[in-house]
């Protein structure tokens, strides 16, 4: 997974290839689907969620330029997987979800694996999360029709968000924007498929 889905297609960060060698995603998938965990696809986790493809998880992750220091807000915990990537690779990590019952699930396999850095909010993650902002990173992992405006505000002087922007039912473009002072620079973007951000909590 790690050599002909990753590096081969350009991912070249050593420390995003060496988290994606050692988190095993398996665990972040259950029933049947587990077959699938290493396959070159989105694969489903229950609710209509789905854990993003390889590629793209790794295509994310490297775009946000994690050195260790950072703390990171997370939209979107789903099974947990990304989750488990920034934990491993910045400071702290904030990760908000919409659906209480995959919250739980992913808390619960987190905190069985360790990890001491990540906060967990069941809750709308378009409006972020106000109490512990700035953030030095944000990342979206479900379709946005436009970004948030809450999250563009919590972001910290020189930061990053990723996020993948446009209509769900169509091929939608991630977008990776930088903060520079009161700008906002478009650096670079691929086309994706996400599930939707949704509006109301379910
Ligand atoms: N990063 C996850 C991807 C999960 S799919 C993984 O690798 O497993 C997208 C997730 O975003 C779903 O779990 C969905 O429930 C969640 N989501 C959708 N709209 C949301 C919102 N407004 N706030 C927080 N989470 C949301």
Not at 89 to 105: G, H, M, P, W, Y
Not at 113 to 142: M, S
Request: contains cysteine.
């Amino acid at each position: 997974m790690v050599l002909t889905q990753c590096k081969r297609r350009g991912i070249h960060d050593a420390r995003v290839l060496e988290v994606m060698s050692c988190v095993p995603r398996h665990l972040f998938i259950s029933g049947k689907s587990r077959d699938l965990a290493y396959g070159d696809f989105p694969v489903p986790i229950g609710h209509d969620q789905t854990i993003s493809q390889p590629y793209i998880v790794a295509y994310m992750t490297q775009a946000l330029e994690l050195r260790g220091s950072e703390r990171i807000l997370e939209v979107g915990t789903g099974s947990g997987y990304q989750t488990a990537m920034l934990a491993e690779l910045a400071s702290e990590v904030f990760t908000v979800e919409i659906v209480d019952s995959l919250l739980k699930q992913s808390k619960q396999l987190l905190s069985a694996c360790g990890y001491k850095n990540i906060q967990f909010l069941n809750g709308d993650g378009k409006r972020g999360w106000p109490e512990h902002a700035p953030f030095d990173r944000v990342i979206v992992t479900a379709a946005a029709s436009s970004i948030p405006f809450a999250l563009k505000n919590q972001l910290a002087d020189n930061s990053l968000m990723v996020i993948p922007v446009g209509d769900y039912r169509e091929i939608q473009e991630l977008q990776v924007l930088r903060k520079v002072g009161r700008d906002f620079l478009k650096e670079e973007s691929i086309g994706c498929r996400f599930v939707p951000l949704v509006d109301n909590k379910a």
